[in-house]
């Protein structure tokens, strides 16, 4: 088992919620990495930082991949989603950054995906 890199809350401000991640880790490190897949249409984003507590806050996506994929769509439907799911790793690796979390680690909003 690898080493936990993050403590991962659940916030709402007003009406919205948002995922606050508590990075562990080096967090210069894995702020360069997700500032440098900033302007991906595959990836879910930063959406704000806390520096002084070392905290990621990205917007909150109810679904993820694995849902999906337990659901009857349209095989079209099926096939872009997955080329978009694999888009977001082509990115990933371009970055050399390597994915070893689970499917479900993919989350949803609409039918593009987003790295958590």
């Given at each position: ?66 849902f999906l994929v337990q659901r009857d769509l ?43």
């Open positions: 088992m690898g080493t936990e890199l993050a403590d991962i809350f659940c916030a709402r401000c007003e009406n919205q919620k948002f995922v606050v991640k508590n990075i562990l880790a080096d967090y210069t490190y894995y702020e360069d990495m997700q500032r440098a897949l900033g302007s991906s249409r595959f990836l879910r984003v930063l959406q704000d930082t806390i520096p002084d507590r070392s905290m990621f806050v990205y917007k909150y996506l109810k679904d993820h991949l694995l349209p095989l079209l439907l099926t096939k872009r989603i997955l080329k978009d799911a694999l888009r977001g790793l082509a990115e990933l690796h371009h970055q050399n950054i390597v994915h070893t979390g689970q499917p479900d680690l993919f989350h949803t909003t609409g039918s593009l995906f987003f790295y958590h």
